[in-house]
């Protein structure tokens, strides 16, 4: 899978730089809440190289997964026309304070409408993207139960 910069493409705007950056960071703020302490604790039956190939297997899988979730985001954004939406608010915010009259109030509203709209669509999005995530991880979850179940199995066979 193919790693992307995230607001740094020629002419993407302090707005959309700031917007991929703090999706990044809350992504990354998600995903990484298991330190090594705990989770070696969690899998303190296992032997230390099952445990190191284990958590090995967690930061591969995250890593995977944050990096989706950030394409995913991006392509969203390409396909809403992000860049488009900002630049014309950081356009309409330079005119209007750059003109103290400025009364033409009718395409703040449309950019409001729009955005608006965006978030919404955005949001919906997002929510589908944290469920398919959560499917994983439940996925990873119920398969580290199988290796703990295949191990206590194995287990069992060499005492007998």
Sequence with gaps: MEKREIGTKAGSS???SDLMKSFSLAIRSLL????NEDFLKAFSRFSR???EWLRRLYIQVITSLHQRIENEFQDLCGQLQVRTILDTVEQLVEEQTLDPFFLD?????????SLSNTKEEE??????????AEEQNRTTRDHIDLLKTAKKGFSRTQIL
């Design 49 to 51: 190289p099952e445990q």
């Design 32 to 35: 990484t809440g298991c330190s």
């Design 123 to 132: 949001i919906q999005y997002l929510m589908g993207v944290l469920q398919k």
């Design 14 to 16: 302090s707005r959309e």
């Design 105 to 113: 109030k009718s395409n703040v509203v449309d950019v409001s409408s």
